[in-house]
């Protein structure tokens, strides 16, 4: 699955970039430069943050699947246990 940015999103990294060779490279980075190093850290290194960012959610999902029976988790069988003179409680005979 290919790794795209919002045109938006794409404009704004590229401007982050130029701005990061600016203040702290020696050479200055152009627009072409700096759209080039986007799509290369994109396509390179892109992959390896969605896949972690997609087993983060997925260990969440499963704590989540975990919790769900404690949380809806109802008592089977507890109509005569309501019936039961003992517990305090009439129930329907």
């Known amino acids: 699955m290919a790794i795209e940015l919002d ?3 794409r404009k704004q990294a590229i ?3 130029e701005r990061y060779f600016r203040e702290n490279m020696e050479n200055p980075i152009g627009n072409i430069g700096a759209n080039a190093l986007l799509s290369f850290f994109v396509q390179e290194i892109g992959p390896v943050v969605y896949n972690r960012a997609v087993a983060d959610v997925q260990e969440r999902i499963q704590a989540r699947v975990m919790d769900l029976d404690i949380e809806v988790h ?4 507890q109509y ?3 019936c039961d003179p003992a517990s305090g409680k009439a129930g329907r005979r």
């Open 15 to 17: 401007a982050s970039i």
């Open 74 to 77: 109802e008592e089977e069988f």
């Open 7 to 9: 045109k938006d999103v």
């Open 80 to 82: 005569w246990r309501a």
